[in-house]
């Protein structure tokens, strides 16, 4: 086995609930680093939601690389180069907002570190923004007000509700867009073919490497594309079902350094 970049998904997979990274997994990663192996963050977040993780995990100096809005960007950590970008168009941007005027949610659009949206107090607004380090700006029409590519438009709303209404949400979209639950409370739009894995491999074989140099760890259904990808997918303890099924092996939960365990189980250089 020849892995050589660790894809880590953020919450509920590097972070715990506290979200925060335990300490063997920190360790573990640093030392990986310091090894020649490459760090990737990939996440539904925007880039400014986790500079400061790569931070943490001293990335800028290994080149490692962010892959945001599960997919539709990758950033080289080092050179801040855009390695991959695939945003959806501007009128298309425009029709997913029309359409989700029909149905009880909060959508948000994000742009540069700003996050746009009708209401400021709307349901998860407060904590979109606080993940993503954005700056909330209130508009009075986000159709009208779109006039960029979006990489990404999410709809929060009432788990309940998004359970019942999530596939009329996708329905006019279905063969022209992404969408998925990244969370029970959050529902997302990106361009159509475009998740974590897709932007990984893109990305990755501009450095040399393939999916069989890769171990990926993930707990959501947007993480399914990363897990499938690489030549060791595991599944967090706190996983879905499905994730579950589909990983090669699962590991402790995010509370448990279930990192620490699997990446000494896949990488013996680590436990030296």
């Known amino acids: 086995m020849d892995i050589k970049v660790i894809v880590l998904d953020i919450d509920g997979t590097l972070f715990s609930d506290e979200k925060k990274i335990l300490p063997e ?3 573990l990663l640093l ?21 400061y993780i790569a931070d943490e995990l001293e990335m800028e100096k290994h080149h490692g690389l962010l892959c945001c809005f599960n997919g539709s960007q990758v950033v080289d950590c080092t050179t801040t ?9 501007v009128d298309m941007g425009k029709r997913v907002l029309n359409h989700l005027k ?7 659009v994000y742009k540069d570190a700003y996050l746009y949206v009708n209401d400021a107090y709307a349901y998860k607004v407060e904590y979109e923004s606080r993940l993503g380090k954005l700056k ?19 709809a929060s709303g009432d788990p ?26 959050y529902y997302e739009y990106t361009a159509q073919g475009i998740d974590k894995a897709k932007a990984l491999d893109i990305a990755l074989s501009k450095l040399g490497y393939t999916s069989e140099n890769c171990i990926a760890f993930g707990d959501a259904e947007n993480d399914l594309s990363i897990i ?3 030549k060791v997918g595991v599944a967090m303890g706190n996983a879905t079902e499905q994730v579950k099924s589909e990983a090669d092996d699962i ?3 995010n509370n448990s350094e279930g990192i620490a365990k699997a990446l000494l189980k896949y990488i013996p250089e680590l436990s030296v």
């Open 160 to 185: 309940e509700y998004l359970k019942e209404n999530y596939e009329l949400m996708a329905a006019p979209f279905k063969s022209e867009l992404n969408s998925m639950f990244t969370a029970d409370f």
């Open 31 to 51: 030392k990986a680093q310091s090894l020649g192996f490459k760090v990737v963050l990939a996440s539904g977040r925007p880039a400014s939601g986790l500079w």
């Open 251 to 253: 590991t402790l939960d």
């Open 102 to 108: 029909s149905f009880n949610v909060n959508p948000m």
């Open 136 to 154: 909330v700006c209130e508009v009075d029409d986000l159709e009208d007000f779109l006039t960029w590519t979006p990489n990404k438009i999410l």
């Open 81 to 89: 180069e855009m390695l991959f970008n695939a945003p959806m168009s």
């Open 228 to 230: 499938r990808y690489a």
């Open 25 to 27: 997994t920190k360790k």
